[in-house]
């Protein structure tokens, strides 16, 4: 059973880098079909892509917000690290990292829709 926990910090002030880890378990980030995708709920909203990497080491992100992600990788520690850069309060969301296996899932309608997710972590954008 794949598992996967977020850690990073839950209050970032505005204009600064949002940084976040995923660690996983049970499964290798490099191995697979997988799809390591980081979306995100912001309050009183529905889920949103972000972006991800996949088994390769490729990456896709959010056409709306690809200036300012990058989503990388670190094999030797089996994590994935989301940065998003010069955030507002309008990045404030509830964060996850989730897990599909040989399919894209760009507009997700509930944790469901992916094979693994985190709990999600609390980010909140506030000076």
């Known amino acids: 059973q794949v598992q996967l926990q977020e850690s990073g910090p839950g209050l970032v002030k505005p204009s600064q880098t949002l940084s976040l880890t995923c660690t996983v378990s049970g499964a290798s980030i490099a191995a697979g079909q997988y799809y390591w995708n980081w979306i995100r709920q912001p309050p009183g909203k529905g889920l949103e892509w972000i972006g991800y990497?996949?088994?390769?080491?490729?990456?896709y992100y959010r056409p709306t917000l690809e200036s300012r992600t990058s989503i990388s990788r670190d094999t030797s520690k089996n994590q994935i690290t989301l940065q998003l850069t010069s955030v507002t309060p309008e990045d404030t969301a509830v964060y996850y990292c989730?897990?599909?296996?040989?399919?894209?899932?760009?507009?997700?309608?509930?944790?469901?829709?992916?094979?693994?997710w985190g709990q999600g972590t609390q980010v909140t954008v506030s000076s």
């Open positions: 990497i996949n088994y390769n080491g490729i990456t």
């Open positions: 989730t897990l599909t296996n040989g399919i894209v899932m760009l507009f997700p309608k509930s944790l469901s829709d992916f094979a693994s």
